[in-house]
């Protein structure tokens, strides 16, 4: 019955790789966001999806592609992964209309070696 | 810009009330945001206020708002061991739902 969920919570993997991180949403909102916390804990967001459309793209690499096959679920593929990317990347949901709170997943500690 | 500033770190004893500030810089943030954040875990919610709003209280919480200074407070009363963690204040950018976050604070609760 988690509210946000992503996995997987741990992902170590080699310079050069591709991954992906995937979160889902059972609370019914309408937009859902990535954000990176970086080493000295600085947040910041990444992209931001509403009803499946993209809303928000901060200055991003490239590599970084978002996905949002339904209102549910928001994932995130990194293509060619470099040490920089190594963070924890969090996942979160709210409800734009209505301004309900964002609601945040677990987190994804992503470390590239 | 968008800017968030907070202290990076607040030491207090066991009983005492804690007061964790913040500065920001979107002057249309609409309402502000609290999250706790304890080791090796997500964010939560703890409260929040709205920018029409000078003051909140939530039990032990109490947040106060200086729309003209942008400066956001947050204290704790009777601070407890389990209110170790890391503290950030997120005001809400536009209308997109975007959080403004910076570093946290990050409380250390001494018994």
């Known amino acids: 019955d988690t509210a946000v969920s992503q996995t997987p ?11 992906s991180i995937k979160c889902e949403q059972n609370l ?20 931001s999806y509403n009803n499946k459309e993209l809303i928000i793209n901060e200055t991003v690499p490239n590599r970084f592609s978002p996905k949002s096959p339904d209102k549910a679920h928001l994932n995130l593929h990194i293509n060619s992964l470099e040490l920089g990317d190594s963070a924890v990347y969090f996942c979160a949901s709210s409800h734009v209309q209505t301004r309900t709170e964002a609601f945040f997943g677990q987190g994804t500690r992503l470390t590239v070696v | 810009g968008e800017d968030v500033e907070q202290s990076l770190f607040l030491s207090v004893r066991e009983g005492d009330s804690s007061v964790i500030n913040c500065t920001y810089t979107d002057s249309s943030s609409t309402y502000l945001y609290w999250y706790k954040q304890e080791p090796g875990a997500g964010l939560q919610l703890l ?7 000078d003051m909140k209280q939530d039990q032990r919480l109490t947040v106060l708002l200086n729309k003209k200074d942008k400066h956001l407070s947050l204290r704790i009363a009777d601070t407890q ?6 503290y950030f204040c997120a005001p809400v950018s536009g209308n997109t739902g975007k959080l403004i976050f910076g570093q946290g604070t990050t409380l250390q609760v001494k018994p």
């Open chain 1, 28 to 47: 019914g909102h309408d937009t859902m966001y990535w954000y990176k916390q970086d080493s000295k804990k600085f947040l910041k967001i990444m992209f």
């Open chain 1, 9 to 19: 919570k741990y992902l170590v993997t080699q310079m050069g790789n591709d991954k």
């Open chain 2, 47 to 53: 409260t929040y206020i709205f920018s029409n709003m």
């Open chain 2, 81 to 86: 061991t389990g209110d170790s963690a890391i």
